[in-house]
Nanobody, 115 residues
Framework: QVQLGESGGGLVQPGGSLRLSCAAS????????MGWYRQAPGKQRELVAT???????AYADSIKGRFTISRDNAKNTVYLQMDSLKPEDTAVYYC?????????WGQGTQVTVSS
């Protein structure tokens, strides 16, 4: 069964950094596009960044230049390096991945940016 395990969230001060990891497991086959979404209380879930298996990346305008998405295809793991964090980055961050035309989601990891 496909499962996505997320880690790396936590509490950080503004200007700090966090590195999120998401390992997709349960399949012998490589995943397609992988990405990160986030959802703050009372707000809709929004795309943060995606990365295709071939390396193409796309970012939300709000985080461009601060976050970097990457992946290790051999490990079916996607990362989100978050630098220069702002309070408005506070949200639950969700990993997702595509496999066989199906979209899988992680449980989410809380990122809180506060002084």
């Amino acid at each position: 069964q496909v499962q996505l395990g997320e880690s790396g969230g936590g509490l950080v001060q503004p200007g700090g950094s966090l590195r999120l990891s998401c390992a997709a497991s349960g399949s012998r086959f490589s995943f397609g596009a992988m990405g990160w979404y986030r959802q703050a209380p009372g707000k809709q879930r929004e795309l943060v960044a995606t990365i295709a298996s071939g390396g193409y990346t796309a970012y939300a305008d709000s985080i461009k230049g601060r976050f970097t998405i990457s992946r290790d295809n051999a490990k079916n793991t996607v990362y989100l390096q978050m630098d220069s964090l702002k309070p408005e980055d506070t949200a639950v961050y969700y990993c997702n991945a595509i496999l066989n035309a199906r979209l899988y989601w992680g449980q989410g990891t809380q990122v809180t940016v506060s002084s």
